[in-house]
């Protein structure tokens, strides 16, 4: 009788949990970029506002100092 491979199933479930691994963390990157994108167009349209009041009180600066 032949007796049963076992450092064949070791690497087979090591390879499953390695691919398993590597897709969650492709996974977890994939939503890390699309949370990442959402947030940097959030950011620009609070750097627009943040610039507006910035560049009305410059002209107010140069009025008195001369």
């Not at 590597?22 to 349209?45: F, I, W």
Request: glycine share 8%; net charge negative.
């Amino acid at each position: 009788m032949a007796t049963p491979n076992y450092g064949y199933e070791k690497r087979q479930k090591e390879l499953a949990k390695k691919k398993k691994k590597e897709d969650k963390l492709k996974h977890k990157a994939d939503r890390k970029v699309g949370e990442g994108a959402e947030d940097e167009s959030t950011d620009e349209n609070e750097g627009a506002e943040s610039a507006e009041p910035s560049e009305s009180s410059e002209p107010g600066s140069e009025a008195a100092q001369p």
